[in-house]
């Protein structure tokens, strides 16, 4: 059905996108979190200036790092609010959309959901991990099938669900693997953790039997995925880095684990360890300033956001050296500030939130020069927070933010091309 709005000069139209093919289960779309749609078809170099709103989800409060899942036709996403929402990923027919249903937690939520098997999983700072049903329960607030209990908050750490086990950070410093099933009660313990040495923000990513997670002690934590047969498991290996790893998460592809660091740079180390129990990186990238962003990783390239305001692309197989230089920079045109979100590459094209309340879309190959600016900029309302990593479907672009002039002003901001 085609939807139209009447602005004051000319009347705009969009036809949404049908059938709702793909879905994107997870923060940064799989275990791996190379952030990488590659199907997507609709959105193009040649119409993405024609990305304008379509709809807007409405929640209780900001949407800060929570970054959306969507499977079978709907949209998940958590808020300061400390609730999960879900909402029909086709929108509802007019401007603004409530949930189709939430379910509430003890404390805010900046953890992004893990939808599997029927199930969505998300952490919240309450210290505890919620499992909740994703086709919801035929009310409009919904209980959690289960939680389970961490020694701190989860924060910015996000789910992955790999064969059974659902693993998560928490600021306690341990990386935690749940059973995904649950355990028949309300509350479940964890299979098994894994102790680094600070606090934990950055979201685990999976591939080949190991499990990658960040640490606020600079270190890169690699783990098997099956466990240890103990409750306590050690890393495979670790990798050091030159600054705390906050909220970056690991981006695994072409047998390197990328991640960046407080100290301003990006980190190639070996996906299969080194015949060590610690591991120097194969290459390293300079940025200008912290980095926060997790990595994408697509045609050869990986790009990732820093404080310094910019988008940074590297070539994914190094430069022959071990420390290379970026070969491109994407800034915003207009006001500048941090990127803390991680990009997400679709069809030839890079998306990042910025913290000046847009989110940035690059030509993915740049643009021949040193420094690029983006193809268009997809504006919020009223909110310069926009930590949320874009997710591009089925020809729509959806992340979180807020409209801090309209309560309640948690928002899920959907843009289609026009037609």
Request: proline share 7%; net charge negative; aromatic share 10%.
């Amino acid at each position: 059905m085609r939807k139209c709005v009447l602005l004051p000069i000319l009347l705009l139209c969009w036809i949404p996108a049908v059938g709702q093919t793909l879905n994107w289960p997870m923060l940064k779309g799989q275990p791996s979190r190379v952030s990488l749609n590659p199907v997507e078809k609709t959105i193009s170099k040649s119409n993405a200036q024609e990305l304008t709103q379509s709809w807007v989800g409405v929640m209780g409060d900001l949407v800060d790092f929570s970054s959306p899942a969507i499977v079978n036709g709907v949209v998940y996403i958590g808020s300061f609010d400390g609730k999960l929402y879900a909402f029909d990923a086709n929108g509802c027919g007019q401007s603004s959309c409530s949930p189709l249903w939430s379910g509430a937690t003890g404390n805010d939520i900046t953890s992004s959901p893990a939808v599997a098997n029927g199930v969505v999983y998300i952490g919240s700072a309450d210290h505890n991990l919620y499992a909740f049903p994703a086709a919801g329960c035929g009310e409009t607030e919904c209980s959690p099938l289960w939680k389970g209990p961490t020694g701190q908050g989860i924060l910015e750490s996000s789910p992955v669900v790999f064969k059974g086990n659902v693993f998560v950070g928490g600021f306690d410093g341990k990386l935690y693997a749940f059973p995904a099933a649950g355990c028949g009660q309300a509350t479940c313990q964890p299979r098994w953790t894994a102790t680094t040495g600070g606090p934990i923000e950055s979201s685990p990513a999976v591939l080949n039997g190991v499990v990658y997670i960040g640490s606020n002690d600079g270190k890169l934590y690699a783990f098997a995925a099956q466990g240890c047969g103990a409750s306590s498991c050690q890393p495979l290996w670790t990798g050091k880095t030159g600054g705390a790893i906050f909220e970056s998460t690991p981006a695994v592809a072409n047998g390197l684990v990328y991640i960046g660091s407080f100290d301003s740079k990006l980190y190639a180390f070996p996906a299969n360890g080194c015949a060590s129990s610690s591991c120097s990186p194969v290459w390293t990238g300079q940025t200008g300033s912290a980095i926060e962003s997790g990595p994408a990783v697509a045609g050869g390239i990986v790009y990732v956001g820093a404080d310094d305001d910019l988008l940074y692309a590297f070539p994914a197989k190094g430069c022959g050296s071990t420390s290379c230089s970026p070969l491109w920079r994407g800034e915003a045109v207009g006001e500048q500030a941090a990127i803390v979100s991680s990009p997400t590459v679709a069809n030839g094209l890079v998306y990042v939130g910025e913290n000046d309340g847009m989110v940035l879309v690059f030509d993915a190959k740049g643009c021949g020069s040193s420094i690029c600016l983006p193809l268009t900029q997809l504006l919020t309302q009223n909110e310069q927070i926009v930590s949320s990593s874009p997710v591009v479907v089925n020809g729509t672009v959806y992340f979180g933010s807020a409209d801090e002039l309209s309560a309640p002003i948690g928002r899920l901001y959907v843009f289609q091309p026009l037609r």
